[in-house]
């Protein structure tokens, strides 16, 4: 059976993460998901859909090969899970810290 209205299309495709969920639970080990989707650009428009992802727990000893965002290439650096654990909890700090001072 033909395909009803086909035509043939030239674009790109790739898949990205979307969402960062992190899971903090108290006395639980924490835990990481990313959400993913996959982006296609047509000359027509852009389309979106979405896909499951991927999920991990909290290993402090965790290493993460860092990556360059620009190209995706390797760095030959490296950072451990604890690393960036310190970093988010900083952050949140910092940012409550910031609300509550400009509490009346």
């Given at each position: 059976?033909?395909?009803?209205?086909?035509?043939?299309?030239t674009g790109t495709k790739w898949q990205r993460c979307n969402q960062v969920l992190i899971n903090n639970p108290y006395n639980t080990t924490p835990a990481?998901?990313?959400k993913e989707e996959t982006v296609v650009v047509l000359d027509s428009g852009v389309f979106i859909q979405s896909q499951s992802g991927l999920a991990c727990d909290f290993d402090p000893?965790?290493?993460?090969n860092l990556r360059d965002p620009a190209?995706?290439?390797l760095t030959g650096q490296t950072m451990s899970q604890q690393d960036v654990y310190v970093a988010?909890?900083?952050m949140?700090?910092?940012l409550a810290e910031q609300?509550?001072?400009a509490a009346p």
């Open positions: 059976m033909a395909n009803y209205q086909e035509t043939q299309v990481v998901a990313f000893q965790g290493v993460i190209t995706g290439a988010l909890y900083s949140y700090l910092q609300r509550d001072q």
